[in-house]
T-cell receptor
Framework: AQKVTQAQTEISVVEKEDVTLDCVYE???????LFWYKQPPSGELVFLIR??????QNEISGRYSWNFQKSTSSFNFTITASQVVDSAVYFC????????????FGRGTQLTVWP | DTEVTQTPKHLVMGMTNKKSLKCEQH?????MYWYKQKAKKPPELMFV???????INESVPSRFSPECPNSSLLNLHLHALQPEDSALYLC?????????????FGDGTRLSIL
């Protein structure tokens, strides 16, 4: 069975703090894909990053960075120097390599950044 | 601006009404999706279309009827809905239905059933 766990339901930080959102996944597949999405109050899910199971290289994009570790089945997301505009719900999701289209979402982490 | 356009943004309807949600993308994607999202929950997959053919129906009640008239358009026809169907309905598209290509989502339609 596929499962994505985001243990942090809500996180509150003050602007300029660093924050890490945790994501732990379960799958027996050798080929799979991991995604992070951001959902602001407007409702749209905004794609942030994709990682496939064969690429454990960490990635940095501006203030965002991602740490993929197969040994711990984790794909954590760090925002450096957080800003109010980062306030949103963040979803981690997994797609199996062999399954048509299905995304397995975690329950999401509500991040609130206070000025 | 999102590249997946959904209309209307908000919809209020009675349980006996018939209405349709519309979704359009011009990215040349061949896979399109409908999701339902309740407050404080992740999106739940409803339907998947691949090359205009229905590939997945997640045991959705027949009061929801999807339609894919062409590769750019996806509709969701609604009839005799229940109050528990009130939710945010999200449309998404991706290049193909398999592989590592991400799904791109629209802003959604906020549906309220009276």
């Amino acid at each position: 069975a596929q499962k994505v766990t985001q243990a942090q339901t809500e996180i509150s930080v003050v602007e300029k703090e660093d924050v890490t959102l945790d994501c732990v996944y379960e799958t027996r597949d050798t080929t799979y894909y991991l995604f992070w999405y951001k959902q602001p109050p407007s409702g749209e899910l905004v794609f942030l990053i994709r990682r496939n199971s064969f690429d454990e290289q960490n990635e940095i994009s501006g203030r965002y960075s991602w740490n993929f570790q197969k040994s711990t089945s984790s794909f954590n997301f760090t925002i450096t120097a957080s800003q109010v505009v980062d306030s949103a719900v963040y979803f981690c999701a997994l797609r199996r390599g062999s399954t048509l289209g299905r995304l397995y979402f975690g329950r999401g982490t509500q991040l609130t950044v206070w000025p | 601006d999102t590249e997946v356009t959904q209309t209307p943004k908000h919809l209020v309807m009675g349980m006996t009404n018939k209405k349709s949600l519309k979704c359009e993308q011009h990215m040349g994607h061949r896979a399109m999706y409908w999701y339902k999202q309740k407050a404080k929950k992740p999106p739940e997959l409803m339907f998947v279309y691949s090359y205009e053919k229905l590939s997945i129906n997640e045991s959705v009640p027949s009061r929801f009827s999807p339609e894919c008239p062409n590769s750019s358009l996806l509709n969701l026809h609604l009839h005799a809905l229940q109050p528990e169907d009130s939710a945010l309905y999200l449309c998404a598209s991706s290049q193909e239905v398999t592989g590592d290509q991400p799904q791109h989502f629209g802003d959604g339609t906020r549906l309220s059933i009276l």
